[in-house]
């Protein structure tokens, strides 16, 4: 499994990104795609989710900003991220939970990350 993100960039304060990630590759099924986002800091954290089931999650962070959606037949998730305040900048991946194979386990695939960078 492949992941590609991407859109990330440099946006003022209060401005808005969509990021993407294109995901590619064989495997049996797919369960969840998600954005995770690691900040200056080196804090990698949770940003978002969304499962096979419908289920979405987000951290307290962003809820009410930030926008977690996949096309139809899950081959692309993206992040439409509203009133974007410093500590949003970060590095941000998307990562894969997917069974290469039928009886194979679930296991993470990552991405490489794209950066976003918020002025003030």
């Known amino acids: 499994v492949q992941l590609q993100a991407s859109g990330g960039g440099l946006v003022q304060v209060g401005g808005s990104l969509k990021l993407s990630c294109a995901v590619s590759g064989d495997f049996f099924s797919l369960h969840e795609l998600a954005w995770y986002r690691q900040t200056p800091a080196l804090e990698h954290e949770l940003v978002a989710n969304i499962q096979a089931n419908g289920t979405v999650n987000y951290a307290d962070a962003v809820k009410g900003r930030f926008t977690i959606s996949t096309d139809n037949a899950w081959k692309s998730v993206y992040l439409h991220m509203n009133g974007l305040k410093p500590e949003d900048t970060a590095i941000y991946h998307c990562?894969?939970?997917?069974?290469?194979?039928?009886?194979?386990?679930?296991?993470?695939?990552w991405g490489h990350g794209t950066l976003v960078t918020v002025s003030s």
């Open positions: 990562k894969a939970a997917a069974k290469k194979y039928i009886m194979s386990d679930i296991r993470d695939y």
